[in-house]
């Protein structure tokens, strides 16, 4: 919030400034007898336009009944609301201000402001508010000692705040394409959230399931500082980033672990949040874009460090593009890109008891995954004829590991992309996109990375008539993999992913000043894998083709009503169905309680808005939104973590422009 009242702050000092220099500007101009030759800005005089300023205020009412689900990214508190926008443009001066403050965790600020072209400065500063579940942890089985539940955060409720703030200052050579540059960005996380772990670590004793409160302090920092300018028939930009992030709240835990072969007893941490910082210096080069042929080369090297552990990750980036404009119907590319990843950490970690430091336990650390990768990929693009362009591309990609074995990975993995599309005018008013693209892999390291895919999409926009506007958009994708991999096991696994999806649209005209748009969309993604489970003496499971399935439909309708020129009234009413499930078989996983159980859901939204504003003479204006948002869990299943939820939101405003 004192970010944002910093932005207006600002942004009135340079309104004030900007305003003295352009008189003092207009006063030295009035003599005109010098003989020398007029520059640019004294035979060309620049419109003065005045400032076009508007303020708006108001106040938000919540009401909120149930699960913060509702409205999962609303700060739910009633609140004083603020707005307003200005404009001005009084040469050498720009500047533009646009600020809207919801609550005091919900707001937005935009700032620019330039100094004829020598100048320029940008300032963003946005928050968002999160309201975040407490998953309630049940005991399933509770005359057994394990497993176990431990639930320190009954009724808790949590939320995050993101506010996130980038600024972009520029200065310009007079009369030279020599520019330095400096960006600067802030993200900030506070706020709650809940916290669970396994204490006793599996191995040692009975596991406990724990839940509980967890402070969150976060902050990324980094700062880029560069120049650029034309050096012959190439252009060059090399810049040097910095960047950092801390956690000031509850970085690590502490619980209690009984006595194990390894070490005493005592409490010792877990759930550390490291300190992170970085460095990254870039070179870029690009020859000039006005010809046919055009290349650019990108070179970057990273550093990254874990201050806590000591682990550290260096890269090398370089990538190269050649473009080739033959003819207008006929252009070629060309990229290629090379990435080296060394990551480098301990062999052993020591950890301490926190009531007894020479009670400590040094575990060692398996080595991390460095690899070197390579992609080169071209692109044909060629326009048959008027309203049909074909666009054929191919990529291959090659990436090689160390101490894959280790971690029972492949050593290499080969990728190959192969796609066409086309852009048809079909006739007047009918716009067709269609896209195929075919991916074929070789030993894919994640089991969720594909042996082959193949993907469709189509998308239809239609204008038959003035009033009339539609949008299709269709998505089909199936992928296969023949053998996942599975720690202690060598057999051979399958997994199948079919994913469809529909999107449409159409808006009417149905009078001069009103509008109704109706819109319909459906996903639905379905795996069918098998899962390797160990039984309660730790021998390998099988359960085949278990399928896990997501099935979404939403509806919606809006309406934009002008019935005079200074009323405005909207309407809108969407309604989601959800579901999901998970389906296991194995004997292991039925007993006490199925885990489908915990996975199956089904869940209803509806979301009403309507808002209207009328405008009275002198630029005065008043305006309300109303938002309804219900939730509901339409199992009522126990073993989830839904709850049905309903919010009401109200915010009435009164604006003035000038």
Same mark, same amino acid.
């Given at each position: 919030?004192?970010?944002?009242?910093?932005?207006?702050?600002?942004?009135?000092?340079?309104?004030?400034?900007?305003?003295?220099?352009?008189?003092?500007?207009?006063?030295?101009?009035?003599?005109?007898?010098?003989?020398?030759?007029?520059?640019?800005?004294?035979?060309?005089?620049?419109?003065?336009?005045?400032?076009?300023?508007?303020?708006?205020?108001?106040?938000?009412?919540?009401?909120?009944?149930?699960?913060?689900?509702?409205?999962?990214?609303?700060?739910?508190?009633?609140?004083?609301?603020?707005?307003?926008?200005?404009?001005?443009?009084?040469?050498?001066?720009?500047?533009?201000?646009?600020?809207?403050?919801?609550?005091?965790?919900?707001?937005?600020?935009?700032?620019?402001?330039?100094?004829?072209?020598?100048?320029?400065?940008?300032?963003?500063?946005?928050?968002?508010?999160?309201?975040?579940?407490?998953?309630?942890?049940?005991?399933?089985?509770?005359?057994?000692?394990?497993?176990?539940?431990?639930?320190?955060?009954?009724?808790?409720?949590?939320?995050?705040?993101?506010?996130?703030?980038?600024?972009?200052?520029?200065?310009?050579?007079?009369?030279?394409?020599?520019?330095?540059?400096?960006?600067?960005?802030?993200?900030?996380?506070?706020?709650?959230?809940?916290?669970?772990?396994?204490?006793?670590?599996?191995?040692?004793?009975?596991?406990?399931?724990?839940?509980?409160?967890?402070?969150?302090?976060?902050?990324?920092?980094? %700062?880029?500082?560069?120049? =650029? $300018?034309?050096?012959?028939? &190439? /252009?060059?930009?090399? #810049?040097?980033?910095?960047? +950092?992030?801390?956690?000031?709240?509850?970085?690590?835990?502490?619980?209690?672990?009984?006595?194990?072969?390894?070490?005493?007893?005592?409490?010792?941490?877990?759930?550390?949040?490291?300190?992170?910082?970085?460095?990254?210096?870039?070179?870029?080069?690009?020859?000039?874009?006005?010809?046919?042929?055009?290349?650019?080369?990108?070179?970057?090297?990273?550093?990254?460090?874990?201050?806590?552990?000591?682990?550290?990750?260096?890269?090398?980036?370089?990538?190269?593009?050649?473009?080739?404009?033959?003819?207008?119907?006929?252009?070629?590319?060309?990229?290629?890109?090379?990435?080296?990843?060394?990551?480098?950490?301990?062999?052993?970690?020591?950890?301490?008891? %926190?009531?007894?430091?020479? =009670? $400590?336990?040094?575990?060692? &650390? /398996?080595?991390?995954? #460095?690899?070197?990768?390579? +992609?080169?990929?071209?692109?044909?693009?060629?326009?048959?004829?008027?309203?049909?362009?074909?666009?054929?591309?191919?990529?291959?990609?090659?990436?090689?590991?160390?101490?894959?074995?280790?971690?029972?990975?492949?050593?290499?993995?080969?990728?190959?992309?192969?796609?066409?599309?086309?852009?048809?005018?079909?006739?007047?008013?009918?716009?067709?996109?269609?896209?195929?693209?075919?991916?074929?892999?070789?030993?894919?390291?994640?089991?969720?990375?594909?042996?082959?895919?193949?993907?469709?999409?189509?998308?239809?926009?239609?204008?038959?008539?003035?009033?009339?506007?539609?949008?299709?958009?269709?998505?089909?994708?199936?992928?296969?993999?023949?053998?996942? %991999?599975?720690?202690?096991?060598?057999?051979?696994?399958?997994?199948?992913?079919?994913?469809?999806?529909?999107?449409?649209?159409?808006?009417?005209?149905?009078?001069?000043?009103?509008?109704?748009?109706?819109?319909?969309?459906?996903?639905?993604?379905?795996?069918?894998?098998?899962?390797?489970?160990?039984?309660?003496?730790?021998?390998?499971?099988?359960?085949?083709?278990?399928?896990?399935?997501?099935?979404?439909?939403?509806?919606?309708?809006?309406?934009?009503?002008?019935?005079?020129?200074?009323?405005?009234?909207?309407?809108?009413?969407?309604?989601?169905?959800?579901?999901?499930?998970?389906?296991?078989?194995?004997?292991?996983?039925?007993?006490?309680?199925?885990?489908?159980?915990?996975?199956?859901?089904?869940?209803?939204?509806?979301?009403?808005?309507?808002?209207?504003?009328?405008?009275?003479?002198?630029?005065?204006?008043?305006?309300?939104?109303?938002?309804?948002?219900?939730?509901?869990?339409?199992?009522?299943?126990?073993?989830?973590?839904?709850?049905?939820?309903?919010?009401?939101?109200?915010?009435?405003?009164?604006?003035?422009?000038?």
């Amino acid at each position: 919030m004192r970010k944002l009242l910093y932005t207006i702050l600002c942004a009135a000092i340079m309104l004030s400034g900007g305003r003295a220099f352009a008189e003092e500007a207009a006063a030295g101009s009035g003599d005109t007898s010098s003989s020398e030759t007029p520059s640019l800005e004294e035979t060309y005089a620049f419109p003065v336009i005045g400032p076009d300023i508007s303020l708006s205020g108001g106040y938000r009412f919540v009401n909120v009944d149930g699960s913060d689900r509702a409205e999962e990214y609303e700060y739910l508190h009633n609140s004083l609301t603020l707005g307003g926008q200005l404009q001005m443009f009084s040469f050498p001066h720009r500047i533009h201000l646009d600020v809207n403050m919801k609550n005091e965790k919900d707001y937005f600020g935009d700032l620019t402001y330039m100094y004829k072209d020598t100048v320029r400065l940008r300032a963003i500063e946005t928050s968002l508010y999160h309201n975040l579940e407490n998953v309630p942890l049940i005991d399933l089985d509770p005359l057994t000692p394990s497993p176990g539940v431990d639930v320190r955060d009954a009724g808790v409720k949590y939320g995050t705040q993101t506010s996130m703030s980038n600024v972009f200052l520029r200065f310009k050579a007079p009369n030279y394409p020599f520019h330095v540059y400096l960006e600067g960005s802030l993200v900030e996380r506070s706020g709650s959230r809940q916290q669970r772990s396994l204490l006793g670590s599996g191995s040692v004793g009975n596991p406990v399931r724990a839940s509980e409160y967890r402070g969150v302090d976060q902050d990324t920092k980094s %700062l880029v500082i560069g120049a =650029n $300018s034309h050096l012959g028939p &190439v /252009e060059v930009d090399f #810049s040097h980033g910095e960047k +950092r992030f801390k956690e000031e709240s509850d970085k690590v835990l502490y619980d209690y672990y009984a006595a194990s072969p390894d070490r005493a007893a005592g409490e010792y941490p877990h759930n550390l949040v490291p300190d992170l910082r970085g460095s990254s210096n870039t070179l870029k080069i690009h020859t000039s874009y006005t010809g046919s042929l055009v290349a650019s080369a990108t070179f970057s090297k990273i550093d990254r460090e874990n201050s806590d552990s000591g682990a550290t990750a260096d890269y090398f980036i370089g990538a190269g593009e050649i473009s080739w404009i033959e003819s207008p119907s006929l252009a070629f590319f060309l990229k290629y890109r090379h990435k080296e990843s060394d990551i480098d950490n301990p062999a052993t970690v020591t950890i301490s008891d %926190l009531t007894n430091p020479l =009670n $400590s336990y040094i575990y060692a &650390v /398996e080595p991390s995954i #460095s690899s070197v990768t390579d +992609r080169v990929s071209a692109v044909v693009r060629y326009r048959l004829t008027t309203g049909v362009t074909v666009k054929g591309e191919y990529s291959y990609e090659d990436i090689r590991r160390s101490v894959s074995a280790e971690w029972a990975l492949p050593d290499r993995t080969e990728k190959n992309t192969a796609s066409l599309s086309a852009d048809l005018r079909v006739v007047r008013g009918v716009y067709v996109r269609a896209s195929y693209t075919h991916k074929f892999n070789y030993d894919p390291v994640y089991n969720t990375d594909p042996d082959r895919s193949d993907e469709g999409k189509l998308s239809v926009s239609l204008t038959p008539h003035p009033r009339l506007t539609a949008l299709v958009s269709i998505t089909a994708a199936n992928e296969r993999r023949d053998d996942l %991999l599975f720690i202690d096991t060598g057999q051979a696994r399958n997994r199948e992913v079919h994913r469809d999806g529909l999107l449409g649209s159409v808006t009417y005209l149905l009078l001069q000043d009103l509008s109704v748009t109706a819109s319909y969309a459906y996903m639905h993604n379905k795996i069918l894998q098998d899962i390797v489970y160990d039984n309660a003496i730790g021998v390998p499971q099988t359960d085949p083709l278990v399928p896990n399935s997501q099935l979404m439909h939403f509806y919606g309708l809006d309406f934009s009503y002008l019935p005079q020129n200074n009323i405005t009234l909207g309407a809108g009413v969407g309604y989601t169905i959800s579901s999901g499930a998970f389906y296991p078989s194995d004997a292991n996983l039925l007993e006490p309680v199925s885990v489908a159980s915990f996975s199956e859901l089904k869940t209803r939204e509806l979301l009403c808005t309507f808002s209207g504003e009328y405008r009275f003479k002198g630029g005065l204006g008043l305006g309300v939104q109303y938002r309804y948002s219900k939730f509901d869990d339409a199992l009522d299943n126990p073993y989830d973590d839904v709850e049905d939820g309903r919010a009401h939101i109200v915010m009435l405003t009164l604006s003035k422009r000038w």
